[in-house]
C-alpha cells in the first residue's frame, strides 16, 4: 500500500441514475486526505462462467483495478432480499483469481440505498460472501440510505446532509482500518 490509499467503488447497481452509484460518487467527493477512488464500471463484465478460455476484456480491465485497489467501498443494492446480481458476479470473477488475491485480506466499506431498511439485508447477506473471501468489512459506522424518502435527487445524487455526513464517517473509520491492516 502507498502512503495514498487507493479505494475503488463498485456499484452492484447498472442503472446510470442509480442511487446506489450516487453514494459512491458523494463519497468521493468527501475523501478524507490520504485517499483517492476510482470507479470500477460493471456493465460490459459477462456472468461468470469457467468455461471461458480466456477472460474477456472487461474483466481483465476490472483486474487491473482490483490490484491497484487498496480498499473497496461496495454500493450494495438489494433485490429480493439479497446482493444485486452485477455486484456478485463482479465479486464471483475476482475470486477465481488464482488464490484469491484480489480481495483477501482488502478492507471493505459497504453502504447501500433502497427501500425502507435501505439495504440491510443485502448488505448482511454481502458480509456472509466477505467472510468466505477473506474480505475485511468494517462493522461500524454502517450506511442504509432510503432512496426514497427525498435524500436523492432524480439522477440518484444524494442531497440529504445525514446520508453525505455518514459516508464521510464511513471513509474515515475505512482509512483508519486500512491502515491497521497494513499494520
Known amino acids: 500500500m502507498s ?4 479505494v475503488l467503488g463498485i456499484s452492484g447497481s447498472l442503472r446510470a441514475k442509480s442511487s446506489n452509484t450516487g453514494l459512491l460518487r458523494a463519497a468521493a467527493g468527501q475523501l478524507p486526505e490520504g ?3 476510482q470507479f470500477a464500471n460493471l456493465i460490459d463484465l459477462p456472468f461468470f462462467n469457467a468455461d471461458l478460455a480466456e477472460r474477456p476484456a472487461a474483466v481483465q480491465a476490472f483486474f487491473e483495478q482490483l490490484k491497484q485497489a487498496d480498499a473497496l467501498m461496495l454500493a450494495c443494492p438489494e433485490y429480493n432480499y439479497s446482493i444485486a446480481p452485477a455486484l456478485k458476479n463482479a465479486i464471483d470473477w475476482a475470486s477465481r483469481y488464482p488464490d484469491n488475491a484480489l480481495l483477501a485480506g482488502k478492507p471493505v466499506a459497504i453502504c447501500g440505498a433502497g427501500g425502507g431498511m435501505g439495504t440491510s439485508r443485502a448488505q448482511y447477506h454481502l458480509r456472509q460472501v466477505c467472510v468466505y473471501l477473506d474480505l475485511h468489512p468494517l462493522n461500524k459506522p454502517e450506511v442504509f440510505a432510503n432512496a426514497f424518502a427525498g435524500g436523492f ?6 442531497t440529504d446532509e445525514k446520508i453525505k455526513s455518514n459516508l464521510a464517517a464511513q471513509l474515515l473509520a475505512l482509512k483508519a482500518w486500512s491502515l491497521r491492516l497494513k499494520g
Open 3 to 6: 502512503n495514498t490509499i487507493r
Open 153 to 158: 435527487d432524480a439522477d440518484g445524487n444524494v
Open 35 to 37: 485517499m483517492e477512488m
